[in-house]
């Protein structure tokens, strides 16, 4: 007893598709007793005409024919739920997304929608009903990356009384805000308005905070995952550490400043940044003299608090969550390789924006004062370029980093504030200033601050009597322009976070071409990913600003929140079973179950497989691992999807 | 080698197993058949010479709850251990006797040659039938001339010195390998639909392989699920063998058990061959090799980097 509910979605299905002669065809489908066409199924009155038919007619499966199953699969189960069937006895057949949007000729689209109609009531007349089951939610939630988004995340759960777990791979949270200088269009000072909220997390008392730790190993599903968070050997013993500093003054290994962008140095033992949260020194092996020679240990002689432990072994902590936002952030795209007639990083005082916000930044290196790397001299004609690997189809990256335009007339304000007879020259492409107040401010960076802008690229920089000759095209004027600068700042596009790549893969979530992770959907789930109970928040989705950042975070918070608030959630009824009058025993099922979802049970005189129902994900790796084909996904047996193939070929 | 070392062995190993599987003489054609020894006295009927082709461990899943000795040759010694590694039978319910193998000899071809049924035997390196006589490493079987397994990866006992062979010689460029390699995609496809249109869907390929038990849940016959269809024709046989065959993937020990039993001569090999090159190119895995290695279809972990363990 098939009813076929063809729906006409106003022009979006009935322009290319006959529904009409869909409905002919699927009158004289095997099983079918009832077609119709409706112009709109999911409205009121298509719901109400789907329920009279089906009570009239005694319907005991439905096939409704229209937009894809992501948009509408809910509201159809829900409908004939009403009507008094088991919900599951529905086939969503796609000829919205799949079929009239994508093909122009009605006879051909008419015919496909025929036999994708044919293939739905092949599939339905081998659904048998299934029940939900539920399972309990684990009232905690684990935020990883603790950068402005991450924070912000963080506090907002935690606010909600709900515990969070802030993880964060280096040796302090506050991420990239915390090395700006000041903040577009307000001119805010980053770290003060940033370091408070990086003290509320500290002092939090529903957040634990996790630094120098990173996720290994993700297990369960929305409500249960069950997490391996590794903690990083620091060599300094965190509840000891008092932040003197003494180490580091004391350490004779020099290393790498990653915080100040390697504008300065470091030592091997250090505390990034003055305000660091937590305030601890962490050791970094690769640079300490006594890992590489054997002998030093300086740092453990002077340490007044006792805090400095060589052995000291990375932990792995495992954790439940119901709930997990990623807000890993951005990395910075590596020009060096890409735009060979820049130097290739052979000339010094061509920097990134980032390492030029840090000789900005009053907290810097060099104290706030401008000195350029190569001599340390102050500057006095500065070029920035835009869209280094942004925008750029010749490094394979088209798309906008969103954020370049507003920090280059950021930093030109700010280098005519600290240098008042220098000169800013701008290289862009367009001028993107699409924000609140974001117009008005790149404006300003012109007429009160005199960058003069250019619109074109730069061809070649090369070096002449300690400055560098800037060749580029002034578009506009349709003329070569050749600048000597003192200094050139690149404002190079965003990428994912250095291991973003692999973090999405253990949580099971996609990424976009970029490997940027991917949003649920672009319209209406942009926090959510295609993992039930993952979120995103921030720059880790895709390039954004700061209060764009935060109100993600916050949006993702309240996901969180709204989540964890419930004590059970339903589970779906479709996962796998085993036929054990049939298993061999072999347990390639349990091997590839990345949910540990399949147990050994003792019964038919032998070992045989059980699936642990409130596990199982119905991914669906056990029923292609199952050599004789016990072992199936209810709703999706290996017979349903033969049906279905068989009438598509037919 | 000599009877002395094996008899001896298998009794040895009786004393703490039910049964162990090994060959004896067919009085009649002179060639080896699979016995099963259960008490010394029969084992004294034990024999191993070079028409000992089958492979015994196909019999090994089917006594999964009995203790079981078994004499292998070193191709054997492969399909047990995948048994293991799958899980199929458990290591410390059996005892390998491991035999020194000169290469065993294609009997079926023998017997095309010279005769059906004819008295074969095995001596001084050749092979005499009933007054005619061949040298042995003329009428090996296939596997043999490329075998890399003489010496058994897992013995309990050994029957002898597995490791004083000689590698048999490569094979001849004559054969239905060199003749299919230099065919075309198309004149492929013939050659298979040729094939395939004479399966009489016995499943002696099926019965005959270690690997393949699924019991009467094999797919090329049961309808829950219903891959394929049970009609007797070139295509509905061919994809049942497909289906067969690419279970087979990461499996196969190449012991050609399924192309020998097979009374209609398809050559099945030269499908599993072409697949087991073309797994131990892309993962390094050969089946049966180690009982530590993971099957390489059965390591995909969702939380590492890639996927692949």
């Known amino acids: ?650 | 080698m000599s009877m002395n070392d094996l008899i001896p062995a298998i009794k040895k190993v009786l004393e703490e197993v039910d049964v162990v599987l090994g060959w004896t003489r067919s009085p009649a054609a002179g060639v080896a058949v699979p016995a099963r020894f259960h008490t010394p006295d029969e084992a004294d009927g034990a024999i191993f010479d070079s028409t000992c082709i089958h492979n015994l461990a196909v019999h090994l899943p089917r006594l999964k709850n009995s203790k079981v000795g078994i004499v292998a040759k070193g191709c054997d010694a492969r399909s047990i251990v995948q048994l293991i590694v799958e899980g199929e039978v458990s290591r410390d319910r059996i005892r390998v006797i491991g035999v020194p193998c000169p290469g065993v000899i294609d009997v079926k071809r023998a017997w095309r040659c010279y005769g059906f049924g004819k008295k074969i035997e095995d001596a001084g390196g050749r092979v005499h039938m009933e007054g005619r006589s061949v040298p042995r490493e003329e009428i090996l079987l296939h596997k043999c001339h490329q075998c890399r397994d003489q010496e058994p990866v897992i013995v309990d006992l050994a029957a002898g010195d597995v490791t004083s062979m000689t590698p048999p010689p490569p094979p001849d460029k004559s054969g239905i390998r060199e003749r299919f390699a230099a065919m075309s995609i198309t004149e492929r496809r013939e050659f298979w639909r040729e094939q395939f249109s004479r399966c009489i869907r016995c499943y002696a390929c099926r019965e005959a392989c270690p690997l393949c038990f699924c019991r009467d849940v094999c797919s090329m016959q049961t309808r829950e699920p219903h891959w394929t269809g049970g009609q007797v024709n070139a295509i509905e046989s061919e994809m049942a063998q497909q289906v067969r065959i690419s279970h087979m993937a990461g499996r196969c020990t190449g012991c050609e058990e399924c192309e020998r039993a097979c009374p209609v001569g398809i050559p099945l090999m030269l499908l599993l061959e072409e697949q087991n090159k073309i797994i131990e190119e892309l993962f390094a895995y050969r089946a049966g090799a180690s009982l530590e290695d993971k099957p390489p279809l059965l390591t995909y972990d969702i939380n590492r980097d890639g996927g692949w363990r």
């Not at chain 1, 066409?37 to 409205?43: G, K, L, R, V």
């Not at chain 1, 919205?96 to 051909?108: L, P, V």
């Not at chain 1, 990256?397 to 005519?416: D, E, H, N, V, W």
């Open chain 1, 1 to 650: 007893m098939i009813g076929v509910f063809v729906c006409q979605c106003g022009t979006n299905i009935a322009a290319t598709v006959s529904t009409d002669r869909v409905v002919q065809a699927a009158k004289s489908m095997l099983g079918v007793v009832h077609a119709e066409s409706i112009q709109y199924t999911c409205s009121d009155p298509g719901q109400r005409a789907i329920i009279d038919a089906i009570q009239q007619k005694g319907l005991t499966r439905v096939v409704m024919a229209g937009c894809s199953p992501r948009m509408h699969e809910i509201t159809f189960r829900r409908a004939i739920g009403r009507a008094g069937m088991n919900p599951f006895m529905l086939e969503m057949v796609n000829i919205r997304e799949q079929c009239s949007w994508i093909h122009s000729g009605i006879d051909e689209t008419t015919e496909k929608a025929i036999d994708l109609v044919r293939k739905g009531v092949a599939r339905v007349r081998r659904q048998k009903p299934l029940q939900p089951g539920s399972s309990p939610v684990a009232r905690r939630a684990l935020v990883i990356g603790a950068g402005v988004a991450g924070i912000q995340a963080a506090l907002d759960i935690a606010d909600a009384g709900i515990p969070v777990t802030l993880v964060e791979k280096s040796p302090t949270i506050g991420g990239n805000m915390a090395r700006l200088d000041k903040t577009f269009p307000t001119l805010d000072c980053s770290s003060c308005i940033l370091t408070p909220r990086m003290v509320e997390v500290k002092q939090h008392e529903n957040i634990k905070l996790m630094v120098n730790s990173e996720v290994e190993k993700v297990r369960g599903y929305i409500g249960n995952f069950e997490i391996d968070i590794r903690k990083k050997a620091s060599c300094v013993i965190e509840e000891k550490c008092t932040g003197c500093l003494i180490c580091q003054e004391k350490c004779p290994s020099k290393a790498p400043d990653d915080f100040n962008a390697c504008a300065g140095e470091s030592k091997a033992i250090s505390i990034p940044f003055p305000q660091a949260v937590p305030l601890v020194a962490s050791l970094r092996k690769e640079y300490c003299r006594l890992f590489i020679s054997g002998k030093c240990s300086v740092c453990q002689k002077v340490c007044p608090a006792d805090a400095i432990d060589y052995g000291q072994e990375d932990t792995v902590v495992t954790e439940k969550f119901g709930a997990v936002v990623v807000a890993t952030g951005f990395g910075l795209y590596d020009w060096k390789q890409s735009y060979p007639t820049y130097g290739m990083g052979m000339y010094p005082d061509v920097i990134n924006a980032l390492k030029y916000e840090r000789l900005l930044s009053a907290s810097g290196p060099t104290g706030g004062h401008i000195e350029r790397p190569s001599d340390g001299k102050e500057p006095r004609d500065i070029v920035f370029i835009s869209c280094i690997g942004s925008r750029d189809e010749s490094v394979g990256r088209p798309q906008c980093c969103s954020i370049g335009c507003m920090y280059m007339a950021k930093q030109a304000i700010l280098t005519k504030e600290h240098i008042p007879d220098s000169q800013s020259y701008i290289f862009y492409i367009d001028v993107r200033a699409a924000g609140k107040g974001y117009d008005e401010f790149a404006r300003r960076a012109q007429t009160d601050f005199g960058a003069i802008y250019i619109r074109g690229r730069v061809g070649k920089i090369y070096p002449r009597g300690g400055k560098l000759v800037v060749m580029g095209t002034d578009t506009l004027a349709g003329d070569q322009v050749e600048i000597e600068a003192d200094l050139v700042v690149l404002a190079t596009g965003l990428t994912p976070a250095e291991g973003a790549g692999g973090l999405a893969r253990r949580l099971n979530i996609s990424t976009d071409g970029q490997g940027f992770m991917a949003e649920g959907h672009p319209k209406l789930k942009p926090v959510e990913t295609n993992t039930g109970g993952v979120f995103l928040a921030g720059a880790c989705q895709g390039p954004k600003d700061i209060p764009a950042s935060v109100a993600q975070a916050g949006a993702a918070a309240a996901k969180v929140i709204g989540l964890l608030s419930r004590e059970e959630i339903e589970t779906s009824p479709m996962v796998a079973e085993v036929n054990q009058l049939k298993c061999t025993g072999c347990f390639k099922c349990r091997d590839v179950c990345p949910y540990g979802a399949i147990e050994n049970q003792d019964a038919m005189g032998g070992q045989v497989a059980h699936v642990i129902a409130s596990l199982c994900q119905g991914c669906g790796l056990c029923n292609v691992a199952c050599p004789p084909g016990v072992i199936s996904l209810k709703g999706y047996t290996d017979n349903q999807l033969i049906a279905e193939v068989v009438e598509v070929l037919r």
